[in-house]
């Protein structure tokens, strides 16, 4: 019963941020220099997770075939390749270079 709740109340939660963002956008309005630190503070914190998703696994170095993988993946994806191109292609890389003994 305690799991239902939760979910419900988190479901409930999530919603109500999805709503409020394009309800606030029109009624606050940010100066030019806000928009742009925003934009550049989401890549930059996207970039930190991929970044330590591919590179630690339980504080310690993946190895070299997940780097690899997602480098394949953020190039085929930075040349507009379609996604289940990108996520293919990542995931083959990263098999097949476990496959070859890559740890």
Do not use: D, H, N, Y
């Amino acid at each position: 019963m305690t799991l239902v709740v939760a979910t419900l109340v988190l479901g409930v939660g999530t919603f109500a941020f999805r709503f409020a963002g394009p309800v606030l956008r029109a009624r606050v309005e940010l100066s030019e220099r806000a928009e742009k630190l925003m934009a550049t503070s989401a890549v930059v914190l996207l970039g930190a997770l991929v970044a330590t998703q591919a590179l630690i696994v339980e504080q310690e170095f993946a190895g070299f075939a997940r780097p690899a993988g997602v480098l394949v993946g953020g190039v085929l994806a930075w040349r507009k390749a379609p996604f289940i191109v990108v996520v293919l292609a990542a995931a083959g890389t990263g098999a097949g270079l476990r496959l070859l003994g890559v740890p």
